[in-house]
């Protein structure tokens, strides 16, 4: 069955780096555009980036434009987000999908705060 794992999260001090991996198996990654989403508490899931399957094209969202980084490795079925120049707003859960499909891992928290 399609299992994601993300990891890399943690707690950074505003202005630092995190990089946050999501491992997939169960389908063939290399077919799919994957997408990383954050969640509040309260809050709806938002969009923060996009990538094609062949990792040709990009799209993120306004908040996260110029900081934030989405690529993979399909030959190792992995999704990265760099993430730079974080700020507190930037604090959430991170999930990684592929676009299109209603399969969601357990997430990791980031956590930007002094």
């Known amino acids: 069955q399609v299992q994601l794992v993300e990891s890399g999260g943690g707690l950074v001090h505003p202005g630092g780096s995190l990089t946050l991996s999501c491992a997939a198996s169960?389908?063939?990654?290399?077919?799919?555009?994957m997408s990383w989403h954050r969640q509040v508490p309260g809050k709806e899931r938002e969009l923060v980036a996009r990538?094609?399957?062949?990792?040709?094209?990009?799209n993120y969202a306004d908040s996260v434009k110029g900081r934030f980084t989405i690529s993979r490795d399909n030959a190792k079925n992995t999704l990265y987000l760099q993430m730079n120049s974080l700020k507190p707003e930037d604090t959430a859960v991170y999930y990684c999908?592929?676009?299109?499909?209603?399969?969601w891992g357990q997430g990791t928290q980031v956590t930007v705060s002094s």
């Open positions: 999908k592929p676009v299109g499909y209603d399969y």
């Open positions: 990538i094609t399957s062949a990792g040709g094209t990009t």
């Open positions: 169960g389908f063939t990654f290399s077919r799919y555009a």
